[in-house]
């Protein structure tokens, strides 16, 4: 089974930048589905970004331009790359990895966005790491 471990959290200042990366040991993580998720004391977590096994990526629209999720399979690495970062960018990072994901969306009043996967569907996560960003 494959293990996952986060680093690269830390503190910086509202508008700078973090490349967090999810290591992942016992299996290559290129097969695997695989999402970055945030979490802050009392709060659900949330899907932030998503790389799945056939190369698709997603983001929720309120991060699209700021964040963006790439692999290299030969490092068996998945990066979060952050940008222009915000206090409310706070939170615990996770990597999360599970068997494909498939792409789903869900559209109101004529607008489509995706639809990150539930945390419930993934069985293996890394132990995470800090991001905290001050104004």
């Known amino acids: 089974q494959v293990h996952l471990v986060e680093s690269g959290g830390g503190s910086v200042q509202t508008g700078g930048s973090l490349r967090l990366s999810c290591v992942a040991s016992g299996d290559a993580v290129s097969n695997y589905c695989v999402v970055w998720y945030r979490q802050t004391p009392g709060s659900e977590r949330e899907g932030v970004a998503l790389?799945?096994?056939?190369?698709?990526?997603t983001y929720p629209n309120s991060l699209k331009g700021r964040f963006a999720i790439s692999r290299d399979n030969s490092k068996n690495t998945l990066y979060l790359q952050m940008n222009s970062l915000k206090p409310e960018d706070t939170a615990m990072y996770y990597c999360?990895?599970?068997?494909?994901?498939?792409?789903?969306?869900?559209?109101?009043?004529?607008?489509?966005?995706?639809?990150?996967?539930?945390?419930?569907?993934?069985?293996?996560w890394g132990q995470g790491t800090r991001v905290t960003v001050s104004s």
């Open positions: 790389a799945d096994t056939d190369g698709y990526t």
């Open positions: 999360a990895a599970g068997p494909p994901c498939g792409k789903k969306t869900s559209c109101s009043g004529g607008v489509c966005y995706p639809v990150l996967p539930d945390p419930s569907r993934f069985g293996v």
